[in-house]
């Protein structure tokens, strides 16, 4: 889980760490965090005012569910997603049982590598524009004439830094992953597996997600290592927030596409004049119930189960 980003500092052991852009860190002890995920939603790199209904209960479901669907792949930090694991004077703190119900996941502690490891298996977003200006996305080369939102003859690895607040993630090439993950033969080595397994997992969630009706235009994961080198993978796994998922069924290259996921809320703020930097603006009550439907939407596609059973009875099933 995540561990050590430097947004805030520890209150104390057993308590609240941090406040992440969209999470609520706590530890448990040495060896468990608990992951809390609220309604906030960033953009820009920038948390706004206004909460979407739901979001965090819904990013929380789609990534337990993709845990357990991606297990054989790569190794997670998922331990528990009950409350009652939970001390109780930690569930009063954290706003209790009904409060967190569908919200948390308890995880094992890891060291989280200094990357965000971005999957691309479509040319959209900064893709897109680098590609427009170079020819090319992280210094990878691509055949000429393609347009935007068209299908990538291979999926790539196109990892980027972390940004702390007040700054943005950068697009890194391979070598300097290799860098920030260690140098020399170790940082080889890991830049290996955390490439082996971050395009595993891209292939297995599109092809899971194509017959949903979903394409999964691009994704984010994050990895950890134990302290026995095993790579596990933490935080969330393919939901609306970290990925871009379009609509298959109105899919034509060549123009930006219909999406699921936040890009709903970013072309909103692009058109509002904001300039992009703190604070954000309060979104109207139409983007901010047309940003739920398109997450409840993204959930129910992908997991064939109904958010409304989950929301209240914290089951993924019909």
Same mark, same amino acid.
């Given at each position: 889980m ?17 406040s ?38 819904i990013?929380?479901?789609?990534s ?67 590609y ?34 007040g ?39 599109? !092809? #899971?997600?194509?017959? $949903?009706?979903?394409?999964?235009? =691009?994704?984010? /994961? %994050?990895?950890?290592?134990?302290? @026995? ?11 609306p ?18 999406s ?21 603006p ?8 047309g940003?739920? !439907? #398109?997450?409840?939407? $993204?959930?129910?596609?992908?997991? =064939?189960?109904? /958010? %409304?059973?989950?929301?209240?009875? @914290?089951?993924?099933?019909?």
């Amino acid at each position: 889980m995540p561990d050590g980003s430097g947004r805030a500092a520890v209150v104390g052991p057993g308590g609240f760490i941090r406040s992440g852009k969209v999470r609520d860190l706590y530890e448990l002890d040495g060896m468990r965090l608990l992951l809390v995920a609220s309604d906030r939603l960033s953009a820009f790199d920038v948390v706004l005012p206004t909460p979407i209904p739901d979001k965090g209960r819904i990013l929380t479901g789609l990534s337990r569910f993709w845990f357990a669907q991606t297990a054989s792949i790569v190794p997670n930090h998922l331990l528990s997603t009950d409350p009652a694991d939970l001390p109780a004077d930690l569930v009063v703190e954290a706003g209790g049982s009904d409060e967190l119900r569908g919200r948390i996941m308890i995880g094992r502690r890891a060291r989280v590598l200094p990357i965000e490891v971005i999957v691309r298996g479509y040319l959209a977003g900064t893709g897109w524009k680098d590609y427009r200006r170079t020819g090319e996305i992280c210094g990878i080369p691509l055949p000429a004439g393609l347009r935007e939102s068209d299908r990538l003859p291979e999926p790539l690895l196109t990892p980027s830094t972390k940004a702390e607040r007040g700054t943005h993630d950068e697009n890194i090439d391979l070598d300097a992953m290799e860098t920030l993950l260690g140098g020399g033969a170790s940082g080889r080595d890991l830049a290996a597996r955390v490439r082996h397994a971050a395009l595993a997992l891209y292939r297995f969630g599109a !092809a #899971r997600a194509e017959p $949903a009706g979903i394409l999964v235009a =691009d994704t984010k /994961f %994050e990895f950890g290592v134990l302290p @026995d080198g095993t790579l596990l993978l933490v935080d969330e796994v393919l939901t609306p927030d970290s990925s871009r998922f379009w609509d298959a069924a109105t899919y034509e290259p060549g123009r930006a596409q219909a999406s699921f996921d936040k890009q709903y809320v970013r072309d909103w703020l692009e058109a509002s004049g904001w300039d992009k930097t703190p604070p954000g603006p309060e979104l109207p009550p139409s983007v901010v119930a047309g940003t739920r !439907a #398109r997450y409840v939407e $993204a959930f129910e596609r992908l997991t =064939d189960a109904r /958010f %409304e059973r989950y929301r209240t009875e @914290d089951v993924i099933g019909r």
